[in-house]
């Protein structure tokens, strides 16, 4: 919800090609997460990051990758060696509460992306 | 990580009938969350459960948390058409149930 901008809303790319998604918040929250759902789905942890300059695989990272340079920032890089990259890619954000795990998410609109 | 189990993966309901998804965890949670996604939309939090046994309500929806904190329910009463959507449980981990889909017939 608000505080968490994603862009763009929709993204088509030809296959082989790597596409990085956006992700901002102005939420001052420490962590944030990318999420991808496939139609009539859940949603699957790629990756998550508790602290700027860290960052974790999640349970589906192969083919992905991403940077936490800013606290605000958290882009996600789609590469061509992701399988079947078409989804809906969800970026979230929460406080980092360390040991009591996380804290709500604030879940940013998401990025529609499509491999032709 | 922890598996957090979902069921029913769908529920179809006449307006005005109750409604109940239930989410399972193979470990001990430190707490659960759940989540509401509208068609389209994305999720957005609805409600964090924290302390064993802990009952939640939020109008016409409760929540619960289990004495093992091990599993959890949302139960919707007297549904409405706005009620329509995939709702998600969530464990500490972040890792996400499947997801219940509820559609609602007027």
């Known amino acids: 919800d608000g505080g968490i901008t994603q862009s763009p809303k929709y993204l088509f790319r030809k296959e082989g090609q790597n596409v990085t998604l956006s992700c901002e918040q102005n939420?001052?929250?420490?962590?944030m997460y990318w999420y991808r759902q496939d139609p009539g789905q859940g949603l699957r942890l790629i990756y998550y990051?508790?602290?700027?300059?860290?960052?974790q695989k999640g349970d589906i990272a192969e083919g992905y990758s991403v940077s936490r340079e800013k606290k605000e920032s958290f882009p996600l890089t789609v590469t061509s060696a992701q399988k079947n990259p078409t989804a809906f890619y969800l970026c979230?954000?929460?406080?980092?509460?360390?040991?009591?795990?996380?804290?709500?998410?604030?879940f940013g609109p998401g990025t529609r992306l499509t491999v032709l | 990580g922890q598996q957090v189990m979902q069921i029913p993966q769908y529920q179809h309901v006449q307006e005005g009938e109750d409604f109940t998804t239930y989410c399972n965890s193979s470990?001990?949670?430190?707490?659960i969350q759940w989540y509401k996604q509208r068609p389209g939309g994305h999720p957005v939090f609805l409600i964090q459960?924290?302390?064993?046994?802990e009952v939640k309500k939020q109008k016409r929806l409760t929540f619960q948390f289990g004495e093992a904190k091990k599993n959890s329910s949302l139960h919707i009463t007297a549904t409405q058409t706005t009620d329509v959507g995939t709702y998600f449980c969530?464990?500490?981990?972040?890792?996400f149930g499947a997801g219940t889909r509820l559609t609602v017939k007027p």
């Open positions: 939420l001052n929250h420490d962590a």
């Open positions: 470990t001990t949670l430190s707490n």
């Open positions: 979230a954000s929460s406080i980092y509460t360390g040991g009591s795990g996380a804290d709500t998410q604030y």
């Open positions: 990051s508790q602290i700027v300059n860290d960052f």
């Open positions: 969530a464990g500490s981990d972040m890792r």
């Open positions: 459960l924290v302390k064993s046994g």
